[in-house]
């Protein structure tokens, strides 16, 4: 079968298995390895990656499934000049940044969250985070930088992921 879809703002085929797991071709096919195949079942979030703007663990997402969908790694998640997003850099600036391991998909959870609830409290993101296994921090620099990075929004008056704060 053949899958046509979006990848990173870029036409993408494949031909192949319909039922291949997004995140193999992502790794194999397309050498994105930003995107960590580590549970394969769905529960820690390390695969998350964003189809038509919904974030989803791309181990559970059959290939034929994104038939003319956009998908988003975490190395097509900046736009234009920037070379971060700002919650990667804020995750930078936390210090909330380990081995690497869960970073993306959390930064891919996050982002499509922090898009939607721009005015997100500590305890929202909190629970925004389940879903995201993170053995190498404690989840409170992490909070910190999502929560810095909605605030540094606010104030200036920017958006953060296209939604105006």
């Known amino acids: 079968m053949t899958v046509i879809f979006q990848l990173n703002g870029e036409d993408c085929r494949f031909d192949g298995d319909p039922m291949t797991p997004l995140v193999d071709i992502l790794r194999q096919e397309r ?42 790694t975490i190395e097509g998640l900046s736009s234009g000049n920037q070379a971060l997003h700002p919650l990667q850099a804020n995750f930078e600036g ?17 982002s499509a969250f922090v898009r939607d609830n721009p005015h997100a409290s500590r305890p929202d993101i909190k629970a925004a985070m389940v879903g995201n296994i993170c053995r190498c921090t404690g989840y409170e620099r992490i909070v910190d930088a999502v929560a810095d990075c909605l605030d540094q929004a606010r104030k200036a008056g920017q958006s953060v992921g296209g939604i105006h704060v």
């Open 31 to 72: 050498f994105l390895t930003g995107t960590k195949a580590v549970c394969r079942e769905g529960f820690c979030g390390a695969c998350t990656v964003h189809v038509d703007d919904e974030a989803v663990p791309s181990c559970l997402k059959p290939i034929g499934l994104v038939q003319g969908c956009a998908v988003t």
């Open 94 to 110: 936390a210090d909330a940044v380990q081995c690497g391991m869960c970073f993306p998909g959390m930064v891919m959870s996050l």
